[in-house]
């Protein structure tokens, strides 16, 4: 690697790391509130990635503007989602929620598959699909699009958690539903609404990925490896080390590749996963907590 | 002192049987009654009830038979939030604050039923501070770096926040400090002398009798003896060796 090549590379990794930030956002959503580990997650964000697809391409709407309706769309399919299954694994072990999202991440993508058959395929970018040239660096209009979309939703539900009062409510529901209740919050209504609010965020990271680079309808497991990477890495409970961490990866992904060969960075990634578990359970925002 | 409008009333439960699972039957025809400016103290041994009871009236559990008042109105199924609209409010046994979240957003949280009128929100989170002014220098602190007696105020501040007229404190002193128990048995007497409606669970036989108007003993989830306070005064040390012996 000669140094000539490393501003690319940074900006190629930062990039990427809002980009898998926007994947993680949703699971972290709702394993950090709810404590219920989604592992159908990957598979409606590729899910709400094929409507987009189709919105896109098929129906020929804008790629910035179909991303609106799609989260709409999600939110309610989350509603109902809770209604029809999580709601009834509310008092179940971990194992029994595990494996029943295990089965609605299995049923998903085989419904999937049999409408949009195992195909890769490319969102239609339009005007999007410019790459933007600064001295000797390119840049992919798209993913500038995305991560700024990332860092604004982002910030808007940092604003959301820690500004208003019912950010505090969403917040102590995480770490005391009891008391919650007990304060008169329908925590019934709000545990709804959050789970339907990260299945919706989910979808957002599906509309990103489809704004970002090519998928099929299977390829998501590792989207869901990754997000759970970010999830692990940054902590819960915070979104700017959900950013954080996605960009940690994204960088880590970007440098190593080039450095190394390619089948290490898996390998990399890993190590930092195992050393962030070892430094403190909870993530390195438990550390930074720590600390202030 | 400013009291909010809701006129102090009677707190009954009425032959109440409840439980936690379908065959399991923790109460067993329980009456309870706890009137305005006195403290109704309930004891027991444990697993006798104590806090099942309470459960009962703040609307976590509901009886499977029997009947819950407030006044004159039945409350019988009622959720906790509705019951804490007509003036009911949990002091729940162990620590209760959110411990991530800051004493403000602990006590705004608190007047959650307000949120839809920001001034009175803030007025009534504004009071607590008048209340309890150790917690105006603390508002941007997490509670969970509060000190034990800190916390203990600041969940007397969310369960007043609301100006409840009844107040169910269940063991107000496990875990604290003996110097801070005095205290919180203080803050009670000084509820009561609000007007206040208390019912008191307490493991600290001597404490709880010491500022009871009233007093209930329940007995494997029975009622077993009841009445005024000098009448247990005397009786307190076979009562307690009763219960050794239950």
Known sequence: ?292 | MTRAATATQVLRMDRVTAGYYANDTVLDQVSLEARPGRVTVVLGPNGSGKSTSLRVLSGFLNARSGRTMLGSEGIDGLPPGERLARGIALLPQGRSVFPGLTVEENLRLGAWMLRKSPQRLQAAVDAMYDRYPVLRPLRSRPAGSLSGGQARLLEFGRTLILEPSVLLIDEPSVGLAPVLVDQVYDEIARLRDEGRTILLVDQNVQAAIDMADYVYTLAYGRNHLQGERSQFADELDSLIKQWLNL
């Open chain 1, 1 to 292: 690697m000669s140094l000539s090549q490393l501003p690319q590379l940074l900006i190629n990794g930062m990039l990427l790391g809002c980009i898998y930030a926007g994947f993680a956002l949703g699971l972290s959503v709702i394993l950090g509130v709810l404590k219920v580990v989604n592992l159908a997650h990957s598979a409606v964000l590729v899910l709400a990635t094929l409507c987009y697809w189709e919105l896109v391409n098929a129906l020929g709407v804008d790629p910035l503007l179909s991303i609106v309706p799609i989260v709409v769309l999600f939110y309610f399919f989350g509603l109902a989602l809770h209604r029809g299954v999580a709601q009834r694994l509310a008092r179940e072990h971990d194992s029994t929620v595990l494996l029943a999202f295990f089965g609605i991440m299995v049923t998903i993508e085989s419904i999937a598959v049999l409408i949009w058959t195992t195909d890769t395929r490319n969102v239609r970018l339009g005007y999007l699909g410019t790459v933007l040239r600064f001295w000797d660096l390119n840049i992919a209009l798209s993913r500038v699009a995305a991560a700024v979309l990332i860092i604004l939703v982002l910030t808007v539900i940092h604003l959301l958690l820690t500004r208003t009062l019912t950010g505090a409510a969403i917040r102590g529901l995480s770490e005391n539903r009891d008391v919650a209740s007990m304060v008169g919050i329908g925590v019934d209504r709000l545990t709804r609404r959050v789970f339907a609010a990260g299945t919706a965020l989910a979808a957002f990271g599906g509309c990103i990925l489809g704004l970002a680079m090519p998928f099929t309808p299977q390829g998501h497991v590792r989207w869901l490896a990754w997000a759970f990477l970010v999830v692990i890495i940054g902590g819960m409970g915070s979104v700017l080390n959900t950013l954080l961490a996605g960009l940690a990866i994204g960088l880590t992904e970007s440098i190593v590749s080039v450095v190394l060969p390619t089948q290490y960075t898996y390998l990399i990634l890993y190590a930092i996963l195992a050393i962030a578990l070892l430094v403190r359970r909870t993530g390195l925002g438990g550390v930074s907590e720590r600390a202030v």
